[in-house]
Structures are given as C-alpha cells and as structure tokens.
Antibody, heavy 119, light 106 residues
Framework: QVQLQESGPGLVKPSQTLSLTCTVSGGSISSGDYYWSWIRQPPGKGLEWIGYIYYSGSTYYNPSLKSRVTISVDTSKNQFSLKLSSVTAADTAVYYC???????????WGQGTTVTVSS | SYELTQPPSVSVSPGQTARITCSGDALPKQYAYWYQQKPGQAPVLVIYKDSERPSGIPERFSGSSSGTTVTLTISGVQAEDEADYYCQSADSSGTVFGGGTKLTVL
C-alpha cells in the first residue's frame, strides 16, 4: 500500500524559500503509470494545485506560481520535492503531496504539513 | 485562466439525495474528478473520469457529465458524508480545482 509523507520546516521567513520533501513508501516513484503532485490549502480556503512531476523529470506548474516554483524528483531516495521562492504571508497553507494516475485522478495523498510564513 | 465553478454550499436531510455541480468550459473535453475532504484530513478521491468510483468508495456516490457541467450525486446521504467536496479537471495549463462545496447534513 503506497503511502506519502511530507516533511520540511513549519515556519519560513518572508522572502525566503520554502522547501518540502515528499517520501513515497510501499511503491516506486519511478513507475511510469504515475505523476507526483503538490497541492496547497490556505487556512479556511480551497485547494490550489501547485504542480506535478513525472519520474522522468518532466514538470508542469500552475501558471500563477510558475515563476517561483521548482519541483524535482530523486528516484534513488524515492522522494520528490517542492521549492517555492520569495514567499509571503499569502503562501501560508497546508501543503499536500499526492500521487496522480493518468486519467485516474489523485488517488493517494499525504497527511499534509502546515507551513507558516512569518518573521 | 481556466475556472471550475461550484456552489458554496448544499444542505440535505439524512436519507435524501445530494447533488453537487461543477461547471467549466473545458469539461466536455476533459475528465472531472471529485474529492471529499473532512475537517483536518487530506482529500479523498471519490469519483474519477467523470463517473468511475474507486474501490472502497460506497455505491451511494456517483458522478455524471452533461455538456459543461459535471455532477456528484450522493444517494441516501448519511451524517458521515458531511464534508467539503472539490471537483478537479485540467486544461492546457495543467490542473485546476473548483472552489469547493460544503455539504451539510441537516
């Protein structure tokens, strides 16, 4: 049974870079059947897609965040990562990683990690 | 940018049928997906490819599509179905979520 777990600092200062890692267990991140996503949810608000990556390294980003986002994959560690630069208070959110299936939706989610942007 | 529009809230009594709609111009060409999110929990996929139900999801959850609107139907609503529901689809720019609908079981 595949499980995803987010990790990273819970507090980031304004203008700095937010860095999170998602560790995949119970399955290989190198499977071509899946893509690996980041989604966030500001307090009391809805879900916002950040971007996703295939094991090959191909990436797709939300146009509204594209200039600040980098998603990468480390197949040797079975992990994928998110970097969001120049953060502001508006980036405060619960950040989720999720596994996506082609035409199958995002079927496995991490529990989420809260990131607060504050000095 | 592409948007998916959902009603902010839907209320039903236990045992009744709840219908949550999601509208978007690309829906005739792109599949829709539905997620259930309970407070403090991660979203759970309940419908994929407009109307397919993942294993483990109760049969009372169903999905349908007509033109630019997709609908999540919950038949015989139970108290445990009270949650936020999000539709999701895609366009050439990537993935997009609807704003979410809070389902209240009266």
């Amino acid at each position: 049974q595949v499980q995803l777990q987010e990790s990273g600092p819970g507090l980031v200062k304004p203008s700095q870079t937010l860095s999170l890692t998602c560790t995949v267990s119970g399955g290989s991140i190198s499977s071509g059947d899946y893509y690996w996503s980041w989604i966030r949810q500001p307090p009391g608000k809805g879900l916002e897609w950040i971007g996703y990556i295939y094991y090959s390294g191909s990436t797709y980003y939300n146009p509204s965040l594209k200039s600040r986002v980098t998603i990468s994959v480390d197949t040797s560690k079975n992990q994928f990562s998110l970097k969001l630069s120049s953060v502001t208070a508006a980036d405060t959110a619960v950040y989720y990683c999720a596994r996506g299936v082609r035409e199958g939706g995002m079927d496995v989610w991490g529990q989420g990690t809260t990131v607060t942007v504050s000095s | 940018s592409y948007e998916l529009t959902q009603p902010p809230s839907v209320s039903v009594s236990p045992g009744q049928t709840a219908r949550i709609t999601c509208s978007g111009d690309a829906l005739p060409k792109q599949y829709a997906y539905w997620y259930q999110q309970k407070p403090g929990q991660a979203p759970v996929l309940v419908i994929y490819k407009d109307s397919e139900r993942p294993s483990g999801i109760p049969e009372r959850f169903s999905g349908s599509s007509s033109g630019t609107t997709v609908t999540l139907t919950i038949s015989g609503v139970q108290a445990e179905d009270e949650a936020d529901y999000y539709c999701q689809s895609a366009d050439s720019s990537g993935t997009v979520f609807g704003g979410g609908t809070k389902l209240t079981v009266l």
